[in-house]
C-alpha cells in the first residue's frame, strides 16, 4: 500500500540553525511523484517541490534543499539558515496513480516546526 | 495569476444541517480534487473531477456527501445530515493534466 511516514511530529529549534525533515515512502508504482507541501498557520497548503522518481538529483532552491535517495525510499527536506517565517506544518506526500491516469496524493501525518527568535 | 478559491472559509453548523461548499479552481486546470483534512493529519483524497465527469471517489465519502462540477469550472461539495465527524477542513486543488495539484485555502467545518 502506498505510504508515507514522518516520523518526526514536531521539531523545534533556534532561528539561523539547519533543520532536516524527514520522510520515508513506501509505493508499489514503479514511476511516481513525490512532494513537499507548507502549511503555515493561515492554513493554506502552499506548493514547495515536485520530484519525479527517476529523477535522484538533489535540488536546492535558496534556503531550502531536497535529498531524494530512492535506495532509501527517503526524500528529506533540509531548510538552512531557518528563519521564524518558516515556522509551519510541513507535509510530504506521494502520488498514487488511478486507472484513469490521473492520480492523488497521499500525504504524510506532518511535522510542525518552530522556529524560535 | 489567481490561485484556487473557496468559499465559505468558515463554516459553523448544527448537527443534521445540510452544507454546501464552493471551489473555483485556478481558471486552465482541468482537473480538480476534493481532499479532507483532519486536526493533527494530512489530507486526505475524497474526490476527482476530470473536466464535469467525477472519475474517482474514495471510500471516506459516504453516501451523504455528493459533488459536482456541472461545467466543468466550478465545483460543490454538499454534506447532507451533517455530523460530529464531518468536523474538518475540507480542501480543493486543481492541476494541469498530471501537473501539479494546487490547493485552495480550504473551508473549515464545525458541527455543533
Known amino acids: 500500500a502506498q505510504k508515507v511516514t514522518q516520523a518526526q511530529t514536531e521539531i523545534s529549534v533556534v532561528e539561523k540553525e539547519d533543520v532536516t525533515l524527514d520522510c520515508v515512502y513506501e509505493?508499489?508504482?514503479?514511476?511516481?511523484?513525490l512532494f513537499w507541501y507548507k502549511q503555515p498557520p493561515s492554513g493554506e497548503l502552499v506548493f514547495l517541490i515536485r520530484?519525479?522518481?527517476?529523477?535522484?538529483q538533489n535540488e536546492i532552491s535558496g534556503r531550502y534543499s531536497w535529498n531524494f535517495q530512492k535506495s532509501t525510499s527517503s526524500f528529506n527536506f533540509t531548510i538552512t539558515a531557518s528563519q521564524v517565517v518558516d515556522s509551519a506544518v510541513y507535509f510530504c506526500?506521494?502520488?498514487?496513480?488511478?486507472?484513469?491516469?490521473?492520480?492523488?496524493?497521499?500525504f504524510g501525518s506532518g511535522t510542525r516546526l518552530s522556529i524560535r527568535p | 495569476d489567481t490561485g484556487v478559491s473557496q468559499d465559505p472559509r468558515h463554516k459553523i453548523t448544527k448537527r443534521g444541517q445540510n452544507v454546501t461548499f464552493r471551489c473555483d479552481p485556478i481558471?486552465?486546470?482541468?482537473?480538480l480534487y476534493w481532499y479532507r483534512q483532519t486536526l493533527g493529519q494530512g489530507p486526505e483524497f475524497l474526490t476527482y473531477?476530470?473536466?464535469?465527469?467525477?472519475?474517482?471517489k474514495s471510500r471516506l465519502l459516504s453516501d451523504r456527501f455528493s459533488a459536482e462540477r456541472p461545467k466543468g469550472s466550478f465545483s460543490t461539495l454538499e454534506i447532507q445530515r451533517t455530523e460530529q465527524g464531518d468536523s474538518a477542513m475540507y480542501l480543493c486543488?486543481?492541476?494541469?493534466?498530471?501537473?501539479?495539484?494546487?490547493f485552495g485555502p480550504g473551508t473549515r467545518l464545525t458541527v455543533l
Open positions: 473531477f476530470q473536466n464535469e465527469a467525477q472519475l474517482e
Open positions: 520530484r519525479n522518481s527517476f529523477d535522484e
Open positions: 506526500a506521494l502520488s498514487e496513480h488511478f486507472a484513469s491516469s490521473a492520480s492523488k496524493i497521499i
Open positions: 486543488a486543481s492541476s494541469l493534466g498530471s501537473n501539479t495539484q494546487y
Open positions: 481558471s486552465e486546470h482541468n482537473r
Open positions: 509505493t508499489r508504482d514503479t514511476t511516481y511523484y
